[in-house]
């Protein structure tokens, strides 16, 4: 499986190379990024998502809400939500925060999430433009809301609309927000994933926080044995010398000089969980994004639905790979 989705990235980054609009976004990409949406999905539809809305490299940084359930307000989802969006502050061109909800998700869940994600201050005088998406059919609707819309994005958002491919549920991906990196495809369709700084998520708290959504989400997904079932972690980096590191990582090496209090929260965390892998000190992103893949692996492990699965699985059921932050090429990490 692992081999055969390594081959997957390597012939679709071929097939980029073809069409000349997306060498341009791979040339903008060596020097940096500038997406226009932060792009808040459910686990379940994060890859359907960038699909749904035609969104290709460089288009949508993202950020993860655990589905059928509300967005934890920042300091309850360091993670999953604040985290990214208080990175997300600092491009240019900012249009809007996309937040999208299946067909069957209830009002309340869409309610509290409206409410919680405006206590972000990286987020107050941002749009929200929000969809109930039938990703079946590939259709969304907008719903209306008093918290700031954009009617104008809402409008071109639903004009790119088309359906996304099938959704393989066996694969769960972790893997950074940044928006030159998408989750890689599989043979059965598109991936669920994680999206956050890094593709770091913390240890279990036992607390009620965004850790213990997850751990609900990871008790559903694994609550039937299945050998199909499978996380993913990919780390992102300059690994093939055509530029740029993950920025997050880069951050983590010096989180002192980040000037956002509570980036610098996330980016300490980063360093901190990083370290207990390194010998030495790690002095370059990519020998950082490394030991944050083996961190993150172990921290996985908190969660008790998780662990329970590891123990009780046949196969290796956590895998880490590299991506090429602008090739989007992948290969198996020797750390
Ligand atoms: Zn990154």
């Not at 379940?44 to 699909?51: I, K, Y």
């Not at 104008?152 to 928006?179: G, K, Q």
Request: aromatic share 8%; net charge negative.
């Amino acid at each position: 499986m692992i081999n055969r989705i390594v081959e997957l990235a390597e012939e679709l980054s071929n097939e980029r190379r073809k069409d000349p609009e997306l060498v341009s976004r791979m040339e903008i990409a060596a020097h940096g990024q500038f997406p226009r949406f932060l792009l808040i999905s459910p686990i379940n539809r994060s890859s359907q998502d960038l699909q749904l809305f035609g969104m290709v490299m460089g288009d949508a940084f993202h950020g993860t809400r655990v589905p059928r359930m509300p967005l934890l307000p920042p300091d309850k989802a360091p993670f999953l939500f604040g985290g990214p969006a208080a990175y997300n502050r600092g491009f240019p061109n900012e249009r809007g925060v996309i937040l999208t909800f299946e067909q069957d998700e209830p009002e309340d869940v869409i309610r509290e999430t409206l409410v919680n994600i405006v206590l972000h201050p990286d987020v107050k005088g941002i749009p929200i433009l929000v969809f109930r998406v039938d990703y079946e059919l590939g259709r969304a609707r907008i719903i209306p809301h008093g918290k700031g819309r954009n009617y104008e994005a809402e409008n071109h958002l639903i004009a790119r609309l088309r359906r996304p491919d099938d959704l393989n549920a066996d694969t769960l991906v972790l893997i950074c927000s940044d928006s030159r990196v998408h989750p890689p495809e599989t043979p059965n369709g598109v991936p669920m994933a994680i999206q956050t700084l890094a593709g770091y998520i913390p240890k279990y708290t036992g607390f009620d926080d965004e850790t213990h959504q997850l751990n609900e989400f990871f008790t559903e997904w694994l609550s039937t044995m299945s050998s199909s079932r499978h996380i993913l972690i990919v780390g992102h980096g300059n690994f093939e010398g055509e530029g740029h590191s993950c920025g997050a990582a880069l951050e983590s090496l010096n989180p002192e000089n980040v000037k956002n209090s509570f980036l610098r929260y996330v980016i300490s965390e980063l360093q901190v969980a990083a370290t207990q892998f390194e010998s030495h000190t790690s002095v370059n992103a990519e020998d950082r994004v490394r030991s944050l893949s083996l961190a993150i692996k172990e921290h996985l492990l908190s969660y008790p639905a998780v662990r329970e699965f590891a123990e009780t699985s046949l196969s290796d059921f956590i895998d880490i790979l590299l991506m090429d932050t602008v090739s989007n090429i992948l290969s198996t990490a020797d750390i």
